[in-house]
């Protein structure tokens, strides 16, 4: 028999707070995380705008000589990690360790430490490059650090499917503790990529919004105007307990997942199929997984990128699959608040999804402006709503055709 | 000796992040400084900026204790 999985913790690091309820604040007032950026010179690159984590204070989780050895993107998951394990009251002890398990995922991994270093190599030689380049840059690092200082030595693992790497990590981590190889996994993702060379990558790929003079209008999904992703950075990380271990332990429980789908495009590298139709099979297998019809799904977190192409596939997919009710369901995007976290977007939303749930609001799509005939959905335009959703369905979809699909429930 | 043992710790305790009174001549740097093999590399090359020289591999393996280094400078400067 299938175990339930509650999630019982919540932690995150975003453009818009670096705590649950600053986060959560801020989203419900549609406000913007995205600005000019300030942290290095962008002068020359063509898009001069993301969300950056400001206010960052590692000393609260790392020691500054450790910290010292630790890439961006993996302190921002032992900042998420261990908000979620305070929050969710999980005391990780020598008789349960082995069956607590971590599963944090990143797109990219420790660029800034890469870039570093090859900057060493450049111009000082091999000699020079750093022995914890590799322990620093490796994309699985995150759920690596976690571990050593959680102490969980169950399940331990990393995703790396871009853009859906958070929620597929947190999608496995959920099945783990269903055929009952772990009783709690922290799961998430985790991304700091604002660094030139990426910049310059996705924005020659065309991927990314140039509306640097607006760096607040420039994350607008499902709009007629949208011109591209804005690029963030951040991590999400959330507490997955079987139902069993969190009752036993009088855990506080927001939500239940109940489903989760993932697919694959075998399309193109980066473009999604047109129909939609990889994210249609995702979206389908959660549905499935959950045993659920379609019209009993009652909102959906977007992917909504704010790309041409995401936005139009998604909401065709979204009609496949849910057909009339495909009008009735609400629909948001949280980029266009936080922007688009890469690896760490599908945490982070999920996370959202859950407060969703919890607080029976839904976040609103800011910057929702010109209708698109293409994207005819209810996208909860610009202003949150009160609601009460019973199940939420969070999207996410990866360069390489990567798709997944998760749904949460309200517990009661 | 004296001001290369100074430098010598000041870096050690630096990277390491260990108190400074940890810091003696004796004092190993994989029992006494906690120091793996990593940081051990790490720290022959700030060494080598420090004191502009070069510290070959074989030459590192044999150092044990922080007077090892600071001897090893005193004579290759």
Same mark, same amino acid.
């Given at each position: 028999?299938?175990?339930?999985?509650?999630?019982?913790?919540?932690?995150?690091?975003?453009?818009?707070?670096?705590?649950?309820?600053?986060?959560?604040?801020?989203?419900?007032?549609?406000?913007?995380?995205?600005?000019?950026?300030?942290?290095?010179?962008?002068?020359?690159?063509?898009?001069?705008?993301?969300?950056?984590?400001?206010?960052?204070?590692?000393?609260?989780?790392?020691?500054?000589?450790?910290?010292?050895?630790?890439?961006?993107?993996?302190?921002?998951?032992?900042?998420?990690?261990?908000?979620?394990?305070?929050?969710?009251?999980?005391?990780?002890?020598?008789?349960?360790?082995?069956?607590?398990?971590?599963?944090?995922?990143?797109?990219?991994?420790?660029?800034?430490?890469?870039?570093?270093?090859?900057?060493?190599?450049?111009?000082?030689?091999?000699?020079?490059?750093?022995?914890?380049?590799?322990?620093?840059?490796?994309?699985?690092?995150?759920?690596?650090?976690?571990?050593?200082?959680?102490?969980?030595?169950?399940?331990?693992?990393?995703?790396?499917?871009?853009?859906?790497?958070?929620?597929?990590?947190?999608?496995?981590?959920?099945?783990?503790?269903?055929?009952?190889?772990?009783?709690?996994?922290?799961?998430?993702?985790?991304?700091?990529?604002?660094?030139?060379?990426?910049?310059?990558?996705?924005?020659?790929?065309?991927?990314?919004?140039?509306?640097?003079?607006?760096?607040?209008?420039?994350?607008?999904?499902?709009?007629?105007?949208?011109?591209?992703?804005?690029?963030?950075?951040?991590?999400?990380?959330?507490?997955?307990?079987?139902?069993?271990?969190?009752?036993?332990?009088?855990?506080?429980?927001?939500?239940?997942?109940?489903?989760?789908?993932?697919?694959?495009?075998?399309?193109?590298?980066?473009?999604?199929?047109?129909?939609?139709?990889?994210?249609?099979?995702?979206?389908?297998?959660?549905?499935?997984?959950?045993?659920?019809?379609?019209?009993?799904?009652?909102?959906?977190?977007?992917?909504?990128?704010?790309?041409?192409?995401?936005?139009?596939?998604?909401?065709?997919?979204?009609?496949?699959?849910?057909?009339?009710?495909?009008?009735?369901?609400?629909?948001?995007?949280?980029?266009?608040?936080?922007?688009?976290?890469?690896?760490?977007?599908?945490?982070?939303?999920?996370?959202?999804?859950?407060?969703?749930?919890?607080?029976?609001?839904?976040?609103?799509?800011?910057?929702?402006?010109?209708?698109?005939?293409?994207?005819?959905?209810?996208?909860?335009?610009?202003?949150?709503?009160?609601?009460?959703?019973?199940?939420?369905?969070?999207?996410?979809?990866?360069?390489?055709?990567?798709?997944?699909?998760?749904?949460?429930?309200?517990?009661? | 000796?004296?001001?290369?043992? @100074?430098?010598?710790?000041?870096?050690?305790? +630096?990277? #390491?992040? %260990?108190? /400074?009174?940890?810091?003696? &001549?004796?004092? @190993?740097?994989?029992?006494?400084?906690?120091? +793996?093999? #990593?940081? %051990?590399? /790490?720290?022959?090359?700030? &060494?080598?900026?420090?004191?502009?020289?070069?510290?070959?591999?074989?030459?590192?393996?044999?150092?044990?204790?922080?007077?090892?280094?600071?001897?090893?400078?005193?004579?290759?400067?």
């Amino acid at each position: 028999m299938k175990r339930r999985v509650v999630i019982t913790g919540l932690g995150v690091v975003t453009p818009l707070g670096n705590d649950v309820s600053t986060f959560w604040d801020n989203l419900v007032a549609g406000r913007s995380g995205i600005s000019r950026i300030e942290s290095f010179d962008v002068s020359s690159l063509p898009v001069q705008i993301a969300g950056q984590v400001k206010e960052f204070e590692v000393e609260k989780y790392l020691d500054p000589k450790e910290a010292r050895r630790i890439d961006r993107f993996a302190q921002f998951a032992i900042a998420a990690a261990t908000q979620a394990v305070e929050d969710s009251g999980l005391d990780i002890r020598e008789d349960n360790a082995d069956r607590v398990g971590v599963y944090i995922g990143s797109g990219i991994g420790g660029i800034h430490t890469l870039l570093e270093n090859h900057i060493v190599l450049r111009e000082r030689g091999p000699r020079r490059v750093s022995p914890f380049m590799i322990p620093m840059m490796i994309a699985n690092m995150a759920s690596g650090h976690v571990s050593i200082l959680t102490g969980a030595r169950g399940p331990n693992s990393a995703s790396v499917s871009a853009c859906a790497t958070s929620t597929n990590a947190i999608g496995d981590a959920f099945k783990i503790i269903e055929r009952g190889a772990a009783d709690a996994m922290l799961a998430g993702g985790s991304e700091a990529a604002i660094v030139d060379l990426a910049i310059a990558g996705f924005a020659n790929m065309k991927a990314l919004s140039t509306r640097n003079d607006e760096p607040t209008r420039a994350s607008r999904p499902f709009d007629k105007d949208r011109d591209g992703f804005v690029m963030s950075e951040g991590a999400g990380v959330m507490v997955l307990e079987s139902l069993d271990h969190a009752l036993a332990r009088g855990a506080r429980i927001y939500a239940e997942i109940i489903g989760y789908g993932m697919s694959g495009d075998a399309y193109h590298i980066t473009a999604t199929p047109p129909d939609g139709s990889g994210a249609y099979r995702a979206m389908r297998q959660a549905l499935e997984d959950a045993n659920l019809r379609p019209e009993d799904v009652d909102y959906i977190n977007a992917h909504g990128t704010s790309t041409e192409l995401n936005d139009k596939s998604e909401t065709l997919a979204i009609k496949e699959l849910f057909g009339e009710h495909a009008y009735r369901l609400a629909i948001s995007s949280n980029k266009s608040m936080i922007g688009h976290m890469l690896g760490a977007a599908g945490g982070v939303e999920a996370i959202a999804t859950v407060k969703t749930l919890v607080e029976g609001t839904l976040p609103p799509t800011i910057n929702y402006e010109t209708p698109d005939p293409e994207c005819d959905l209810d996208y909860v335009p610009n202003q949150a709503r009160k609601a009460q959703p019973e199940v939420a369905m969070s999207n996410s979809f990866g360069f390489g055709g990567h798709n997944a699909a998760i749904i949460l429930k309200r517990y009661s | 000796m004296a001001d290369t043992f @100074t430098r010598v710790k000041s870096i050690i305790v +630096d990277r #390491l992040g %260990v108190d /400074e009174d940890k810091v003696t &001549l004796d004092a @190993t740097f994989k029992d006494d400084l906690q120091a +793996d093999s #990593l940081d %051990v590399v /790490e720290l022959i090359m700030e &060494l080598e900026d420090e004191f502009d020289l070069e510290i070959s591999d074989e030459e590192a393996e044999k150092i044990s204790t922080v007077g090892d280094v600071v001897t090893y400078i005193e004579q290759h400067q």
